[in-house]
């Protein structure tokens, strides 16, 4: 395995901001900025009925991005960003009480049969490589990953503790998951030691619920030193311009819980974010930003508008925001709430929840019913977003309604076996009709009246 912290003048990096070696390789950002169009540009232009020249320009600007490693193949790259339809990503992956590579997988495809636009593999136990290889390999969605989930737990085994973690080993783990064609990475680069040593003086309720912006602050607070990723920013830069994989800037210090929500902690690492899009931005690289989070209805929209502003419009990519506390259970919908009020703020990517957040991790089902919750919230978003070009299905389904026709309403639905299986359940005695209203089925009361009078329906 190659050791990284030999190599930054080796290979001509210089670690300051504004003075980023540019690759030689190409990526989505760099042809964008040549005035060329790829044909992925072209790929996620027929799919968001938008003009290849606009896609182009929203990548070279940043505002938009493409997930698609360079060396994934047979994979169907995605757009994410200004004007286009608010994609949903569904997370998948092993634990320690619960280690099932099969499992995983299936919980993948269930995710991809049922329209998630995206999977995260976030194992933290078994064969990690194994769980992602097979993930890459067997759907064909982009796949995104948290690499320092893997840096840390393996330096647990190789070093006793998270906090015993190298250098090399982060950058290491992050370089193996580029290669196996991940196509888009979390990278908790804006938990700088400044915040950590503040939050170790000042806590918040529910300190850092982010994983990986845990395993950092404990590895900063013990070695006294600046997080890698963030130090080593522009050696991240060149590795993600080499594989053209996504930055996924990830919310280390978002809120865990409403009390702690828009606080100091959160807004202060977001700033740090908004410095490192432009950095990316320099670099050719693209980036997206993630958001919270738990945070009140009456915030998300302020959060939004905020990290666009910030970030110069970059993609935000949100959890929920879940808006209350006490649904353990029903947190899929609790994120769904949040997530149709971020979307229409300007939000372009949800990240699911399932019934199981907070509680354990999802099965099958659990993963089906988050992906389709969060899609509902996802499209309620681009009815107002998008106007007309996401209302198609609404509107068959809405004409299929008035004239009660029941296969084109199953064909339309967003979840057409649970709208058949309940539609069956008891069979209706008037005909047309469904077995909530039968024989005063207002719809064909009306059309039955209008009938007689020689009016038309």
Known sequence: MQHYSRTFSERGIVKSPGRIRSPPMTTQMRAAKEGRVTEEMRIVAVEEDESPEKIRQRIASGTVIIA????RENMHPIGIGEGLRTKVNANVGTSMDLCDINLEVE???????????????LSTAGDIDAVRRRILKE?????GTVPIYQAAIEAVGKRGSIVNMTEDDIFNAIEKHARDGVDFMTVHCGVTREVVRKISKHPRLMGIVSRGGTFLAAWILHNDKENPLYSNFDYLLEIAAEYDFVLSLGDGLRPGCIFDASDWFQIRELLTIGELVERARVAGVQAMVEGPGHMPLDQINANVKLEKAVCKGAPFYVLGPLVTEIAPGYDHVVGAIGGALAGLAGADFLCYLTPSEHLGLPSVEEVKEGVIVTRIAAHAADIVKLGDKARLKDLEMAKARSQLDWGKQFKNAIDPEKAVAIYSRVKPKASGACSMCSDFCAIKILREALKTSGECF
């Not at 919980?107 to 995206?118: H, L, M, N, P, S």
């Open 68 to 71: 698609r490693n360079n060396k």
């Open 107 to 121: 919980k993948a495809r269930v995710a991809v049969k049922y329209g998630t636009d995206t999977v995260m593999d």
């Open 139 to 143: 759907i064909n969605v982009p796949v």
